[in-house]
């Protein structure tokens, strides 16, 4: 399974601008990209690349002018997260074969002995990550918690 940095600093970077808009009071401003490549340690010019992708597909909106940056396009609670990351060109697959291809990876075009388990645990994953929100991620429904 291949998430790249792409997905992973996508997810991050959404995560960060969830949190400070919930912060802010609402329509109060919009959070500048050179804010959350500080806190998350991103460079800012790999997050402008994401973002334009995010913003083509919907999932924020960007503002110009003093006081502008990034708001998101609908509420944290109706973003999930496989949506950015297939926003920023990430596959949620876990086979060695490519999705146009309908052969398998094998030299003669068959699928290898393990094609059809990977392919599931894809689909997993995405119906994974297509249950869990930003709001999830705000809310710390995934904090870290120690054994008793």
Not at 42 to 63: D, P, T
Not at 73 to 85: G, L, P, Q, S, Y
Not at 101 to 110: D, Y
């Amino acid at each position: 399974m291949r998430l790249s940095t792409k997905g992973r600093y996508a997810v991050m970077a959404m995560a960060d601008l969830a949190r400070r808009q919930a912060a802010l009071a609402a329509g109060d401003r919009a959070v500048a990209l050179a804010d959350i490549a500080q806190r998350q340690q991103i460079s800012l010019s790999y997050l402008e690349q994401l973002f334009a992708r995010l913003r083509r597909r919907g999932l924020v909106k960007s503002l110009r002018g003093p006081g502008g940056g990034y708001r998101l396009a609908r509420e944290a609670r109706d973003t999930n997260i496989a949506d950015i990351v297939l926003a920023v060109d990430e596959p949620l697959r876990a086979t060695r074969c490519g999705a146009a291809q309908s052969k398998g990876c094998m030299l003669k075009g068959e699928r290898c002995i393990t094609h059809d388990l990977w392919d599931e645990m894809g689909r997993h994953l995405h119906s994974y990550l297509a249950s869990v929100t930003l709001a999830d991620l705000v809310d710390g429904r995934f904090a870290s918690r120690e054994a008793a």
